[in-house]
């Protein structure tokens, strides 16, 4: 009975254990406390980002206590830089991990995996995660007005986050984004910005409203721990795969910070013995019209050089992304690769996995799915590895990328004669479609 009393004790001061310890610059090491931080302004001037006590998260995190928290990506709290026992959970994360059959005869491969994103709550797109996370911070930091610069996911989903949470929102996007996206931050009633320029022009004007009046950006002065949020697609796909690592992941590209956190979830889950070790290959995806990480790997540069962005892949459209390099260190390392497409690949790539799988995905998982069709072909993806493709994004906020592309819908009238003739015209183009694509 003592003995039992005594491991109930230990458990429950190891939970109580505070797992993250403090910022450290990325660059030189330099370490600062946990406040709303995100540059090493003492020294370097680099990126800040959490640093963690590996031996209190293996002291209180088993499998069993991952399996038996909430579905949401709070069932890897001790991993995320929160300390509250309330954080703001609005059923984000545990998403689909899909076996794509179809996609992966259509390829060529034998074991194809997506990571489907599409449906995450509330907004449908990875970056609830990002934004839970950010939101849960900003509360424990005191800030009543939150707010970010985004390409239209971000603001989608800290404007829904703030509204569950009741901070004031402010956010900032590009003037000329597709209709849903700005619809899908209004609907939510915060202020927002519509922007004269592109996403780098958005992003260096809220550096300075951050600095003006003090609010909680999440991709600024709460990055640090905002980005942490990514590392949950690393985790998800590792207990979904029966707490096993796969061998191959693709991803969009951006900024780079989710590239970059998938591989440290998969080195953490190693770290603390929840998973074997393994190598993982990991390949970026990026379009045509906005790919200065995909130039500098062409190039064997380890360094970026910005663009400006021309493509309707909008949400991955960063000419200047903050963790390029981070991101061109990971493919490298891990014998990865990364690849761009054009917008219309980017389209076929959207219809691919829509026509294989009937999972619709925004212009990021077209860029993505082509990316991976594009490697496939020139045999940069072993048939027989068991490949993670991460779709990020819903294909009902960017309508406008497939519009005549997709056909139209057979107007008939109301009696059985019309309904036959039309059948027989469409199965005749289903045909003459086949024969074009086997030719």
């Given at each position: 009975?003592?003995?039992?009393?005594?491991?109930?004790?230990?458990?429950?001061?190891?939970?109580?254990?505070k797992?993250?310890?403090?910022?450290?610059?990325?660059?030189?090491?330099?370490?600062?406390?946990?406040?709303?931080?995100?540059?090493?302004?003492?020294v370097?001037?680099g990126?800040?980002?959490?640093?963690?006590?590996?031996?209190?998260?293996?002291?209180?995190?088993?499998?069993?206590?991952?399996?038996a928290?909430?579905?949401?990506?709070?069932?890897?709290?001790?991993?995320?830089?929160?300390?509250?026992?309330?954080?703001?959970?609005?059923?984000?994360?545990m998403?689909?991990?899909?076996?794509?059959?179809?996609?992966?005869?259509?390829?060529?491969?034998?074991?194809?995996?997506?990571?489907?994103?599409?449906?995450?709550?509330?907004?449908?797109?990875?970056?609830?995660?990002v934004?839970?996370v950010?939101?849960?911070?900003?509360?424990?930091?005191?800030?009543?007005?939150?707010?970010?610069?985004?390409?239209?996911n971000?603001?989608?989903?800290?404007?829904?986050?703030?509204?569950h949470?009741?901070?004031?929102?402010c956010?900032?996007?590009?003037?000329?984004?597709?209709?849903?996206?700005?619809?899908?931050?209004?609907?939510?009633?915060?202020?927002?910005?519509?922007?004269?320029?592109?996403?780098?022009?958005?992003?260096?004007?809220?550096?300075?409203?951050?600095?003006?009046?003090?609010?909680?950006?999440?991709?600024?002065?709460?990055?640090?721990?905002?980005?942490?949020?990514?590392?949950?697609l690393?985790?998800?796909?590792?207990?979904?795969?029966?707490?096993?690592?796969?061998?191959h992941?693709?991803?969009?590209?951006?900024?780079?910070?989710?590239?970059?956190?998938?591989?440290?979830?998969f080195?953490?889950?190693?770290?603390?013995?929840?998973?074997?070790?393994?190598?993982?290959?990991?390949?970026?995806?990026?379009?045509?019209?906005?790919?200065?990480?995909?130039?500098?790997?062409?190039?064997?540069?380890?360094?970026?050089?910005?663009?400006?962005?021309?493509?309707?892949?909008?949400?991955?459209?960063?000419?200047?992304?903050?963790d390029?390099?981070?991101?061109?260190?990971?493919?490298?390392?891990?014998?990865?690769?990364?690849?761009?497409?054009?917008?219309?690949?980017?389209?076929?790539?959207?219809?691919l996995?829509?026509?294989?799988?009937?999972?619709?995905?925004?212009?990021?998982g077209g860029?993505?799915?082509a990316?991976?069709?594009?490697?496939?072909e020139?045999?940069?993806?072993?048939?027989?590895?068991?490949?993670?493709?991460?779709i990020?994004?819903?294909?009902?906020?960017?309508?406008?990328?497939?519009?005549?592309?997709?056909?139209?819908?057979?107007?008939?009238?109301?009696?059985l004669?019309?309904?036959?003739?039309?059948?027989?015209?469409?199965?005749?183009?289903?045909?003459?479609?086949?024969?074009?694509v086997?030719?």
């Amino acid at each position: 009975m003592t003995q039992a009393i005594d491991r109930i004790q230990q458990t429950q001061t190891a939970s109580a254990e505070k797992t993250f310890t403090a910022l450290r610059c990325k660059e030189c090491g330099e370490t600062y406390d946990l406040g709303a931080k995100h540059v090493c302004e003492d020294v370097c001037f680099g990126p800040l980002e959490v640093a963690y006590d590996y031996d209190a998260i293996r002291r209180q995190v088993t499998r069993a206590t991952i399996e038996a928290g909430p579905k949401s990506i709070w069932r890897y709290k001790a991993f995320l830089p929160v300390s509250t026992d309330n954080p703001i959970d609005v059923g984000t994360g545990m998403t689909p991990l899909v076996k794509s059959n179809r996609l992966a005869r259509r390829l060529g491969l034998k074991s194809l995996y997506i990571k489907n994103d599409a449906v995450n709550m509330p907004t449908l797109s990875f970056k609830d995660r990002v934004v839970s996370v950010a939101l849960t911070k900003a509360q424990e930091l005191g800030f009543t007005t939150v707010s970010c610069a985004s390409t239209g996911n971000l603001a989608n989903s800290t404007a829904a986050i703030a509204a569950h949470a009741g901070l004031d929102c402010c956010v900032f996007i590009p003037s000329d984004l597709e209709a849903g996206k700005v619809m899908g931050t209004l609907i939510y009633a915060p202020t927002v910005m519509a922007v004269k320029g592109n996403y780098d022009q958005v992003n260096r004007l809220c550096s300075e409203v951050a600095n003006t009046h003090g609010w909680g950006f999440v991709n600024i002065n709460l990055r640090p721990y905002y980005s942490e949020g990514s590392k949950t697609l690393g985790y998800e796909v590792a207990e979904q795969l029966g707490w096993q690592l796969p061998d191959h992941i693709v991803a969009p590209l951006a900024s780079g910070s989710l590239f970059t956190k998938i591989h440290k979830g998969f080195q953490e889950f190693i770290k603390v013995g929840l998973v074997d070790d393994k190598p993982v290959r990991f390949s970026g995806a990026q379009a045509e019209g906005c790919s200065p990480i995909a130039q500098a790997f062409k190039e064997g540069r380890d360094f970026i050089t910005p663009v400006k962005p021309s493509t309707i892949a909008k949400s991955i459209a960063i000419g200047n992304p903050a963790d390029g390099v981070y991101a061109l260190d990971v493919a490298r390392k891990t014998n990865g690769n990364i690849e761009s497409v054009t917008d219309a690949e980017i389209v076929d790539g959207i219809k691919l996995l829509a026509e294989t799988e009937g999972i619709f995905t925004e212009t990021a998982g077209g860029t993505t799915i082509a990316v991976l069709k594009k490697l496939v072909e020139a045999g940069k993806i072993n048939p027989d590895e068991t490949t993670v493709v991460y779709i990020t994004g819903n294909g009902l906020k960017t309508q406008e990328a497939v519009q005549g592309y997709v056909g139209e819908p057979l107007t008939i009238e109301p009696n059985l004669e019309n309904f036959e003739r039309a059948l027989e015209r469409a199965r005749t183009l289903e045909r003459l479609d086949w024969q074009q694509v086997s030719v």
